[in-house]
Each structure stands twice: as structure tokens, then as C-alpha cells.
């Protein structure tokens, strides 16, 4: 896991960089109507370390396999109203839930990431899987609001 970690603290330490010197309107624009802003898209992201932080944080007490809950991405980034949020706010919740789920990430050991999960009816993986998926998550939406 170390090269999940390592890759979490360079986007982390990329993103805070970047995110210091966007301005307001740069994260606000919108494509279209239909589209995340880059402030919305850090947002999602937000809502995607909140359940991962639960999933992560659940997975090690209770019965295994641990059963995987979906969430509604749009929906969560309309109800939390990231558009009209400041920015400095969120980048700050961002950073700090993130930082709580790489304090997560370097305590786990082999047996904890065998952990058994439940993705869907009959398709399993493990906490290893969890863990690399999110961080790979986190990569693909930071280069949509990074350049």
C-alpha cells in the first residue's frame, strides 16, 4: 500500500497547490448546465471521501463481507450546494478528509486489507481494492480540474 499512499499525498500536495491560486470564478464556471463546475467536482469528491472514510472506518468491526452502500453522486452535490460554497472552505474539508483517510490507509495491515467486501450481489473484493479504487478516483477527477 505504500505506493497508494505515496500517490495520495503527491495528489493531495498537487491539489492543494493548484486549489491555493484558482480563483473563485475559475471554479465556478460551468460548461453547461448539465456539467460540474470544478468547485462541484470538488465537492463529489468531498461526498466520495465521506462514505469512503465510513466504508474504510466500518469495514474494520463489522461483519464481513462488508456490504458496499451506493450513494447518489448528483444528488449529494446539489443538497451540500458546492456551487454556491466558498471555495476556500471546501478545499479545506477536502484536504482534511483526505488527510483522515491516509491516517487510515497507513494503519492497515495484511489481514485488515484482505478484509472481504461485497460490491454488488455476488461480486467481492477486499479493503486493498476499496483503498487503490478511491485514490484512483481521486487522480481522475483532480486532472478534470487541474490542467
Same mark, same amino acid.
Given at each position: 500500500?505504500?505506493?497508494?499512499?505515496?500517490?495520495?499525498?503527491?495528489?493531495?500536495?498537487?491539489?492543494?497547490?493548484?486549489?491555493?491560486?484558482?480563483? +473563485? /470564478?475559475?471554479? $465556478?464556471?460551468?460548461?453547461? @448546465?448539465?456539467?460540474?463546475? *470544478? %468547485?462541484?467536482?470538488?465537492?463529489? &469528491?468531498?461526498?466520495?471521501?465521506?462514505?469512503?472514510?465510513?466504508?474504510?472506518?466500518?469495514?474494520?468491526?463489522?461483519?464481513?463481507?462488508?456490504?458496499?452502500?451506493?450513494?447518489?453522486?448528483?444528488?449529494?452535490?446539489?443538497?451540500?450546494?458546492?456551487?454556491?460554497?466558498?471555495?476556500?472552505?471546501?478545499? +479545506? /474539508?477536502?484536504? $482534511?478528509?483526505?488527510?483522515? @483517510?491516509?491516517?487510515?490507509? *497507513? %494503519?492497515?495491515?495484511?489481514?485488515? &486489507?484482505?478484509?472481504?467486501?461485497?460490491?454488488?450481489?455476488?461480486?467481492?473484493?477486499?479493503?486493498?481494492?476499496?483503498?487503490?479504487?478511491?485514490?484512483?478516483?481521486?487522480?481522475?477527477?483532480?486532472?478534470?480540474?487541474?490542467?
Amino acid at each position: 500500500m505504500t505506493e497508494t499512499t505515496n500517490k495520495l499525498e503527491q495528489l493531495l500536495k498537487r491539489g492543494l497547490t493548484f486549489l491555493a491560486q484558482a480563483s +473563485e /470564478l475559475e471554479m $465556478s464556471r460551468k460548461a453547461s @448546465i448539465k456539467t460540474w463546475s *470544478k %468547485k462541484e467536482i470538488l465537492g463529489h &469528491l468531498i461526498d466520495s471521501g465521506i462514505n469512503n472514510l465510513q466504508r474504510f472506518t466500518e469495514i474494520q468491526f463489522e461483519n464481513k463481507p462488508y456490504r458496499i452502500r451506493k450513494y447518489n453522486q448528483d444528488e449529494l452535490v446539489k443538497a451540500n450546494d458546492y456551487q454556491n460554497s466558498e471555495t476556500k472552505e471546501i478545499v +479545506e /474539508l477536502w484536504n $482534511s478528509i483526505n488527510n483522515r @483517510i491516509l491516517s487510515l490507509i *497507513k %494503519k492497515q495491515t495484511e489481514k485488515t &486489507l484482505n478484509y472481504k467486501i461485497e460490491l454488488e450481489k455476488n461480486t467481492y473484493s477486499d479493503l486493498r481494492f476499496l483503498m487503490k479504487d478511491y485514490v484512483e478516483h481521486l487522480e481522475h477527477h483532480l486532472k478534470q480540474i487541474m490542467p
